[in-house]
């Protein structure tokens, strides 16, 4: 059985459903790799222009690693089976399409790690929401310790590391966790009008801005403002920034095509 559904939808939106509802959509090996095949067949596909990610399921978006399967592992397995989420999680993270992680219900541990890579989160107002490994005797060991502290502060951060809390879908909207919240059934129903309205922008300018921002966090104001200009240059010679113009003259929705 297939552990991860693609859906190509209108606009260029793909969406990439965790396909393992039984196992609360944890992380097995087979869902890495399917994963990593699929971030493999988008990464250079100029007709995509937005990828969600959500889970089979209305209570759990992603519980994380699959600990029964990490059970039956010797200390080398589990370093390779880690390092391997930490991988594909970075994948997520370094992608250059925009990112939507649609959470229809719970993401724990490396579930919520897979959303901190996205670009944008949407919560569920029945979802719970954690950092939780500490409570196991490790660490967030894909990005989590770095991700999370510089979303929602190191404070808040470590609050949540250390007491290994699950926190509400309304407090992760109010601590800038998740960008929105709802109920449940519209999750998904949101993250596709949002994307919709993503796509419909110009395709190179979103992805110039992505990197100017992610790249912009990690150096000082001066060197960040060289890669937005850096970034800006980019558009300048589009095919696209000509008929943003053109449109906007004549009256009309601009139709860009990433050139």
Same mark, same amino acid.
């Given at each position: 059985?297939?552990?991860?559904?693609?859906?190509?939808?209108?606009?260029?939106?793909?969406?990439?459903?965790?396909?393992?509802?039984?196992?609360?959509?944890?992380?097995?090996?087979?869902?890495?790799?399917?994963?990593?095949?699929?971030?493999?067949?988008?990464?250079?596909?100029?007709?995509?222009?937005?990828?969600?990610?959500?889970?089979?399921?209305?209570?759990?978006?992603?519980?994380?690693?699959?600990?029964?399967?990490?059970?039956?592992?010797?200390?080398?397995?589990?370093?390779?089976?880690?390092?391997?989420?930490?991988?594909?999680?970075?994948?997520?993270?370094?992608?250059?399409?925009?990112?939507?992680? /649609?959470?229809?219900?719970?993401? %724990? $541990?490396?579930?919520?790690? !897979?959303?901190? *890579?996205?670009? #944008?989160?949407?919560? +569920?107002?029945?979802?719970?929401?954690?950092?939780?490994?500490?409570?196991?005797?490790?660490?967030?060991?894909?990005?989590?310790?770095?991700?999370?502290?510089?979303?929602?502060?190191?404070?808040?951060?470590?609050?949540?590391?250390?007491?290994?809390?699950?926190?509400?879908?309304?407090?992760?909207?109010?601590?800038?966790?998740?960008?929105?919240?709802?109920?449940?059934?519209?999750?998904?129903?949101?993250?596709?009008?949002?994307?919709?309205?993503?796509?419909?922008?110009?395709?190179?300018?979103?992805?110039? /801005?992505?990197?100017?921002?992610? %790249? $912009?966090?990690?150096?000082? !104001?001066?060197? *960040?403002?060289? #890669?937005?200009?850096? +970034?800006?240059?980019?558009?300048?010679?589009?095919?696209?920034?000509?008929?943003?113009?053109?449109?906007?003259?004549?009256?009309?929705?601009?139709?860009?095509?990433?050139?």
């Amino acid at each position: 059985m297939k552990t991860l559904l693609i859906e190509r939808k209108e606009n260029g939106i793909v969406l990439a459903t965790l396909n393992r509802p039984k196992k609360a959509n944890a992380l097995s090996l087979q869902l890495l790799r399917e994963l990593n095949d699929f971030l493999s067949s988008i990464e250079n596909d100029p007709s995509l222009r937005v990828v969600i990610f959500t889970g089979k399921d209305h209570h759990v978006f992603c519980a994380g690693a699959d600990l029964k399967e990490r059970k039956e592992m010797d200390e080398h397995e589990v370093r390779f089976a880690v390092q391997k989420i930490k991988m594909t999680i970075n994948r997520v993270a370094n992608l250059k399409l925009p990112t939507i992680a /649609a959470m229809n219900g719970t993401a %724990l $541990g490396g579930g919520l790690e !897979l959303a901190l *890579a996205c670009d #944008i989160r949407i919560g +569920s107002m029945d979802g719970l929401y954690g950092l939780t490994e500490t409570s196991l005797a490790i660490i967030p060991g894909a990005g989590g310790t770095q991700r999370l502290s510089r979303l929602v502060g190191i404070g808040k951060a470590k609050e949540m590391i250390f007491t290994a809390k699950r926190i509400t879908g309304s407090i992760a909207a109010e601590i800038g966790l998740v960008e929105q919240v709802w109920e449940k059934e519209e999750v998904l129903n949101k993250a596709i009008e949002l994307a919709s309205t993503i796509a419909h922008n110009g395709p190179i300018a979103i992805k110039e /801005a992505k990197k100017a921002i992610n %790249l $912009g966090l990690e150096v000082d !104001l001066n060197t *960040a403002l060289t #890669i937005e200009t850096n +970034s800006y240059e980019a558009t300048i010679l589009t095919e696209d920034r000509l008929e943003g113009l053109v449109a906007f003259q004549e009256k009309r929705k601009p139709h860009y095509k990433g050139k």
